[in-house]
């Protein structure tokens, strides 16, 4: 079956502009999680959504990041006014979301680089 | 604070060797490790997880040992291959929380 997609697999802007990052979870899965992954470094959380909701928001970095998930299945992560430091690969995962541990599945990753 | 501590950075093993990677973890309240692989460009995978209740567990050439007393745990990669050639993540999570990576390996395994 497909697997968890990201669009676009490359994203080249300027600081200063805003970017939108686009993830499709597996169907059925309820739980999603976006992560950034800088250059050499394990991923870190960023967010988490349960449905629609955002369960847990305390990676984002700050104001300038945000992320929704509408009708609880695609999310958009938003960045406002880039800096260069936001360049990186974000990642997003999803899990069934029903009960206890579960496996993350993750997508190829958004890489970004802001010039 | 990094919770999650790896080690080492990059590892190079002759083809058939075996691989070692270990991690160590502060927050006693993480309930499940896994391990994922990552190929350049690619997302991360999981290779093989663990609880906290197992001391071992084996899946072909995969093993993770456990030691809860010393929060320690690693992976061993048995007759590594060239195609194991990838960056190793080793994780923590508890359950309806988001998984804290370690630093990653860069393994490199030598025809």
């Known amino acids: 079956g497909a697997g968890v997609s990201q669009t676009p697999s490359n994203k080249v802007t300027e600081k200063g502009k805003y970017v939108e990052l686009r993830c499709d979870p597996i169907s059925g899965h309820t739980a999603l999680y976006w992560y950034r992954q800088s250059l050499g470094q394990g991923p870190e959380f960023l967010i988490y959504f349960q449905g629609t909701g955002a369960a847990d928001d305390s990676g984002l970095p700050n104001d300038r990041f945000f992320a929704v998930r509408p009708e609880g299945s695609v999310s958009t992560l938003k960045i406002q006014r880039t800096e260069r430091g936001d360049s990186a690969v974000y990642l997003c995962?999803?899990?069934?979301?029903?009960?206890?541990?579960?496996?993350?599945?993750f997508g190829p990753g958004t890489r970004l680089l802001v010039l | 604070q990094q919770q999650v501590k790896q080690s080492p950075q990059s590892l190079i093993v002759q083809k058939g060797g075996i691989s070692i990677i270990n991690c160590a973890y502060e927050?006693?309240?993480?309930?499940?490790f896994p391990w994922y692989q990552q190929f350049p460009g690619k997302g991360p995978a999981l290779l093989i997880a663990i609880r906290p209740d197992v001391s071992e567990k084996k899946e072909g050439r995969f093993t993770i040992s456990f030691n809860k007393s010393a929060k320690q745990f690693s992976l061993h990669i048995m007759d590594s291959q060239p195609g194991d050639s990838a960056t190793y993540f080793c994780a923590a999570y508890f359950a309806g929380n988001m998984l804290t990576f370690g630093g990653g390996t860069r393994l490199m395994v030598k025809p």
């Open positions: 927050n006693t309240a993480f309930d499940y």
């Open positions: 995962a999803s899990s069934h979301g029903t009960s206890g541990v579960e496996t993350q599945y």
